[in-house]
């Protein structure tokens, strides 16, 4: 039976009970095209179940719900619904929209997988609820007012995400990852909260020896959970992340008398990357297949901003990053030669390596070894020069954050109106000329700060844990929704063993010192590398990028924004109230000398501008 061809999801569906005609109190638009649906319960009242994405360890669930071998996913949401009742959501894993209409409890269940890979989206009507996976898809079709959220655009501009919840639709909401809708037959929604990849603040997490126990069985494990969805591919980069995935992948193969994935890497043309020799290594000795791909091949000669800017309109939203297009492009390329799933080490920085809040947990407890080897391991290993190190871990991940917690408990007022000032005099002179939008994106961004203390109003005992709560992890609030829409509109399907959600709780349970192994950045994952390639010098392998490379990256950004730059209007942000366009121009008119920050906003400005006439009418 052939998979069949992955795509960015087009239908959406209202919730809407008594509505006649629909499936139960659903009605589906273009079912077709990636909604699957099962009913349960009494055949005159049936239950009704809606599913959208990819289940995780099919085979044992089928056998464990009794159901026969070619029951779809949606079947297996529904027996497992039937079994756990509102737990569903934390019993099943993969990538998935779940949407469920209990009739004996009057109550619609919308969620989706604990890290939120699969988006759901959602709109509240006069007519019922519109939900889906697509955030262009309700605007698209006139379900909603297509109107923007303004506060969600001019955080793009300032290179922020939008506010947990929200869009850049006005109409168009997010269920948050960990989190499900329940909405009652008479329409009243709640939003509860069933799963955090978090320990609480004052948990130790696991010990030293059941670390080391029981990290390399539980990243095998999710390997295979990857692999009985039958990638073609992985996407080897060289750096230690995705080599391990390789390694591991490679042994799968063997053990259970699978065919060997291929190997694919893109390459600039010039300058080389400084991993390109580690990729040939890895899949010389790993005897894969590789496919090597340069730049000019799946971009051509245009210019990567250019590239960018006229792909700005598939994306959910406005994008910061200005090589979006090319990676677009890249996505493209791979899948058309018959790797349209892939394996990533994608996640691997998020969640293998230690926080820069573990400085503050040693200056709190006054460990100097423990800071000292905290910044060995970006000095080393982790490829970081002394003076950035040194500002992030003694400052910013550590003197400020107990700064930040003993003046919120014991001068919280005082705190609280410096913060509040200053959120609003740090907001660029040329954004927000709407005096209403101005001070709505100023309390915006002050409510965004990071918690200072526990929600029980207490400094915080053990720094790094609450740190690793209180941040806001793009991967987990947005780009994750970002990657998924991307992925799917280029036919290819991405899958990361360190985002499996057992591996993102299991390593966060892990002590920073144990993570470290030493002085090593990733110095978990340094033995099981070095075990399956022994000669190939990853346990003492340092992340660099040659100053040549940075070099031609700046070059790039720089000269692809200052040809683009005059040709944008800037009059839609400017009919929105997000910036003033004519400042804009004064604030930015010495481009070509400006800095990295300088020049990424005016790539994030003019990326909103591009998305705004794409999919925003007032």
């Not at 019993?91 to 209409?101: C, F, H, T």
């Not at 992340?241 to 065919?259: F, K, M, N, R, W």
């Not at 694919?264 to 991993?275: A, K, M, N, T």
Request: net charge neutral; glycine share 8%; hydrophobic share 40%.
């Amino acid at each position: 039976m052939t998979a069949p061809a992955i795509a960015l999801p087009n239908w959406y569906a209202r919730f809407s009970p008594g509505t006649a005609g629909g499936v139960g109190p659903f009605t589906i638009v273009r079912a077709s095209e990636g909604c699957g649906i099962a009913s349960f319960g009494n055949a005159a009242d049936p239950g009704v179940v809606l599913f959208d994405g990819y289940l995780f360890d099919r085979a044992a669930l089928k056998r464990e719900y009794g159901l026969a071998a070619d029951a779809t996913d949606a079947a297996i949401a529904s027996a497992a619904y039937q079994r756990w009742g509102v737990d569903v959501l934390d019993r099943i894993d993969g990538s998935y929209l779940l949407a469920i209409w209990d009739p004996g409890a009057n109550r619609l269940l919308l969620g989706h997988d604990p890290l939120g890979h699969h988006p759901v989206f959602y709109a509240e009507g006069a007519d019922g609820l519109w939900f889906t996976s697509n955030v262009l898809a309700l605007p698209a079709a006139g379900a909603v007012p297509s109107r923007a959220n303004r506060v969600s655009m001019a955080l793009a501009v300032l290179l922020a995400w939008p506010a947990a919840g929200d869009t850049f639709f006005e109409h168009v909401k997010r269920v948050r990852p960990g989190h499900y809708l329940s909405v009652s037959g008479q329409g009243a929604v709640h939003e509860s909260h069933y799963w955090s990849p978090w320990l609480d603040d004052d948990d130790p997490g696991l010990s030293e020896k059941d670390a080391r126990e029981q990290f390399e069985p539980m990243l095998v494990d999710a390997i295979g959970r990857c692999m009985e969805l039958a990638p073609q591919g992985i996407l080897l980069s060289g750096g230690l992340d995705s080599v391990t995935i390789a390694a591991l992948a490679a042994e799968y193969a063997q053990e259970h008398g699978t065919p060997l994935i291929r190997a694919v890497s893109g390459r600039r043309d010039y300058p080389p990357s400084d991993e390109e020799a580690m990729q040939t290594a890895v899949t010389g000795a790993l005897h894969m297949d590789h496919l090597v791909a340069k730049e000019s091949e799946w971009q051509g000669q245009r210019p990567v901003v250019d590239l960018s800017l006229d792909a700005v309109g598939q994306l959910p939203g406005p994008s910061r990053i200005y090589w979006a297009g090319s990676y677009m492009e890249f996505y493209r390329f791979v899948a058309a030669r018959g790797v349209s799933v892939a394996l990533t080490g994608s996640g691997g920085d998020n969640w293998v390596s230690v926080v820069d809040a573990y400085a503050a947990h040693a200056m709190r407890h006054f460990d100097i070894p423990a800071l000292v080897q905290h910044l060995r391991s970006w000095t080393g290993t982790g490829g970081m020069s002394f003076r950035s190190a040194a500002h992030h871990l003694l400052w910013s991940g550590g003197a400020r954050l107990l700064l930040d917690s003993y003046s919120a408990r014991w001068l919280p007022s005082v705190k609280a109106r410096y913060h509040q000032r200053r959120a609003a005099a740090t907001l660029p002179a040329w954004l927000c000329p709407d005096a209403e939008l101005r001070d709505a994106l100023a309390d915006t961004r002050y409510r965004q700060r990071p918690a200072a203390l526990t929600p029980q109003g207490r400094i915080p005992r053990n720094f790094y844990r609450h740190a690793q709560r209180s941040t806001v992890n793009p991967y987990f609030q947005y780009e994750f929704e970002v990657g998924f829409h991307v992925e799917s509109t280029c036919g290819l399907r991405l899958l990361s063993p360190y985002h499996d959600r057992t591996v993102v709780r299991f390593l966060n349970s892990i002590p920073p010192h144990v993570l470290l192994s030493g002085q090593s950045y990733k110095g978990m994952l340094r033995p099981l590398a070095e075990s399956r390639l022994p000669d190939l010098g990853l346990a003492a392998q340092r992340k660099t990028y040659s100053d040549e490379l940075r070099v031609a990256q700046y070059r790039e950004l720089r000269d692809g924004v200052v040809a683009a730059w005059p040709r944008e209007r800037l009059d839609r942000l400017g009919a929105l109230g997000v910036i003033d366009p004519a400042a804009t121009r004064v604030a930015f008119q010495s481009s070509a000398e400006s800095g990295l920050t300088s020049l990424a906003s005016m790539y994030a400005v003019m990326s909103a501008e591009r998305w705004t006439a794409a999919h925003v009418r007032s």
